[in-house]
């Protein structure tokens, strides 16, 4: 079995696809020692050894070295490679067993399971020291003992939910909670890496099931409504909580906080929750798990009388922060309703959250200050006016929600671009009138209407419907809005357009020569590649295989290009040659997808081929795994040698049955050449679409 990291597959990739780098340009990218890349390259030419390709470093930097034949080869292949985990997915699988182990668990033990050093794991601790230390967890290192954490338990139940937090959207949580309802399969049981194992298992299918079932009920007696991100957290919350008593891992509340809570509507939601939830599990809820469970729907409420968050007063609020904002963004948010209706609603919840002192997670702040640096600074300044208002400092995390109202408003504000009609009026001559006019349209804001001069200005706005009068000479009017402007418009009159209107203004600017030459290109390369999944699809065949052994299998498909003249007999003999001198070298067998691939570049076709093989009878072939497979579908394909075109799409449809979850279980299940067709035609597709929208991005 070939494993590469992930570093070493980005450089094997890079030198696939023949672009130029230097070990120096490697080593800087990736700040690692030239040593480093050397070991690496090492370790890539021992995998990669048995395709007679190996990676030499020349005068003009490094390159993969070895026949046409054999990197094509190899090209088709490496989708399929499994490369070794991340040094951030250790330290989150050790973090995840150490939450949630009673025991000590020894370093060697880390150390045999990721096969590394012992050194390596206590370094990988020294970052999970400093991560714990900011939830309030101590890490214990005892020599001969081992290591372990020591905490309050609501400091280790924080400390897991963070950990879901910061490795999954809530988007894929929103996912993983709505599908609760349906079963596992083996298959993606045994196909999910030991990260996702791991951290799903945490909260299980049955429990989460359960939870919604309550929460439905219990919701029906609330007299607020919760909003979708706090349902989610609620229901991990909750099974989090449950997973734990499962375990005997209990919270523990002060008497004083738990008698306060019980004086309140929470906590009568609370006991119902979990009385529900006892019924449906048989697990006894003790009294501080209710009022932990209180504390949280505390925290998700809307409103509150004891602070006065009535509706008025979030309303004046919220238009004073759009108001700010307008300002700092300098573009109008104020016509933007949704986000009005939007905010005035996320800030009845978090005004309430940051004067009760609950903290507020934000699992994207990481993403949202490096995608939106600009709209997290300009929220971070719109939102000092609500700090004065409510005394209180206001988290970063607080800040990129919000930021993300901000963002997306003023994407709903491009998207329904508001155009006002303008008259330009010029006194200069028909020479600057039009220049003006040419460099007015380019503005996206405006819709030129006419050209018109000072004697039929009154006839012009009688006839037509304009929002504003932009001219070069100063005139009153009482009637229409009139900008004055410098007939070469420079910068002082856009900023003076902006103001007067409101708006932010934007200039459709020239494209040069070399643009549109680069993107003709570009276009080129796209019709080249759809045309080139035509051919595949139309050389796409279906065929029943009877054999049991390796070499008829694979004659039985070429038989079947045989029949569909393809290939002729002699050409039947070169392509099985090829193929079979592959197969010495390992057939490629994916793991626990009863599917082989057999694949290679051959001067007999003229256009890329595909045979779809379905056995009558599974053979036993070794996997990547090294493990027996009992194989049921055999998918051969074919490049046109020296054709790039040709195997960059089917080099990508290789990538596709890595990629695509569902490529490989739709063939498996297909029974003709019209459905494999479709499926192929739609993994490519997908492959086209990303292209597509990368190039005209």
């Known amino acids: 079995m070939m494993n590469l990291n992930s570093r070493e597959l980005r450089l094997l990739n890079t030198l696939i696809d023949n672009e130029k780098i230097t070990i120096e340009d490697f080593s800087k990218h990736y700040l690692i020692t030239t040593r480093t890349v050397y070991r690496e390259i090492a370790s890539i030419n021992k995998s990669i050894k048995g395709f007679n390709v190996k990676i030499i470093n020349t005068a003009k930097g490094l390159v993969l070295k070895g026949e046409n034949n054999d990197i094509i ?131 299980d299918f049955n429990t989460i099931s359960i939870i919604k079932k309550v929460l439905t009920k219990v919701k029906i007696t609330m007299n607020y409504e919760i909003e979708d991100r706090l349902y989610i957290e609620i229901i991990i919350h909750l099974a989090l909580a449950i997973k734990r008593l499962e375990n005997n891992e209990k919270i523990n509340i002060d008497k004083l906080t738990l008698a306060k809570l019980k004086n309140s509507e929470e906590y009568d939601l609370s006991e119902s929750i979990a009385n529900y939830i006892e019924d449906e599990i048989g697990i006894k809820i003790p009294e501080e798990e209710i009022g932990y469970i209180a504390i949280h729907l505390q925290g998700i409420r809307y409103g509150s009388e004891s602070l006065n968050l009535n509706e008025e007063y979030i309303n004046t609020m919220t238009e004073k922060i759009i108001e700010n904002a307008s300002k700092i963004f300098n573009i109008n948010l104020k016509k933007d309703l949704i986000l009005k209706k939007d905010l005035s609603m996320h800030l009845l919840y978090s005004i309430y959250r940051i004067k009760c002192g609950y903290s507020i997670r934000n699992p994207l702040i990481a993403e949202i ?84 001069s000072i004697l039929k200005l009154d006839e012009m706005i009688r006839n037509n419907s304009i929002d504003v009068v932009i001219s070069t000479v100063p005139i009153q009017r009482n009637d229409v809005k009139v900008v004055v402007i410098n007939p070469m418009f420079n910068e002082v009159d856009i900023k003076k357009l902006e103001d007067e209107l409101n708006i932010k203004i934007s200039i459709n600017e020239d494209k040069d020569e070399t643009y549109f030459n680069e993107n003709m290109e570009k276009l080129k390369a796209i019709s080249v590649y759809s045309s080139e999944i035509n051919k595949t699809v139309k050389n796409t065949f279906f065929a029943e295989v009877y054999s049991k052994k390796v070499g008829d299998i694979i004659s039985e498909l070429l038989n079947c290009l045989n029949e569909n003249k393809i290939i002729n007999d002699k050409q039947h003999k070169n392509v099985q040659a090829l193929l079979e001198n592959r197969e010495r070298q390992g057939t490629i067998i994916l793991p626990n997808k009863n599917f082989a691939i057999y694949h290679c570049v051959s001067k007999d076709v003229k256009e890329p081929t595909i045979v779809v093989g379905k056995l009558k009878t599974p053979i036993n072939m070794i996997n990547l795994m090294d493990k027996n497979e009992k194989v049921c579908t055999a998918f051969l394909m074919i490049a046109p040698f020296g054709k790039k075109e040709s195997l960059e799409v089917i080099g990508d449809l290789s990538a596709a049955m890595i990629e695509q979850a569902d490529f490989i279980q739709r063939i498996n299940a297909s029974s003709s050449i019209e459905v494999c067709g479709k499926i192929i035609e739609e993994a490519l597709l997908k492959k086209l679409y990303y292209q597509i929208e990368r190039i005209m991005n």
């Open 369 to 452: 200050k490096d995608e939106y640096e600009d709209a997290f600074n300009k929220s971070k300044r719109t939102l000092q006016i609500l700090e004065e208002e409510i005394k209180e400092d206001i988290s970063d995390d607080e800040v990129g929600y919000i930021t993300m109202h901000f963002a997306a408003s003023i994407e709903r504000m491009k998207s329904k671009l508001i155009k006002f009609n303008a008259l330009l009026v010029c006194s200069n001559g028909i020479g600057i009138s039009r220049m003006l006019s040419v460099k007015l349209k380019k503005v996206q804001e405006l819709n030129i209407v006419a050209v018109s």
């Open 73 to 203: 080869n190899l090209r088709l292949i490496v989708p399929c490679f499994k490369f070794t985990m991340k040094a951030k997915t250790r330290k989150n699988l050790i973090l995840i067993e150490l939450l949630q182990s009673k025991d000590p668990i020894k370093i060697q033990y880390f150390a045999s399971k990721f096969r590394v050093s012992s050194a390596t794991i206590s370094n990988y601790l020294k970052d999970i020291k400093n991560w714990l230390v900011s939830k309030q967890i101590k890490l214990i290192s005892r020599q001969g003992v081992g290591v372990y954490v020591e905490s309050e338990e609501k400091n280790i139940r924080h400390a897991i939910i963070d950990l879901l937090y910061k490795n999954y959207s809530m988007g894929e949580l929103v996912s993983f909670i709505e599908k609760s309802n349906y079963i596992r399969d083996e298959e993606q049981c045994r196909t999910s890496d030991e990260l996702n194992i791991r951290l799903l298992n945490i909260i």
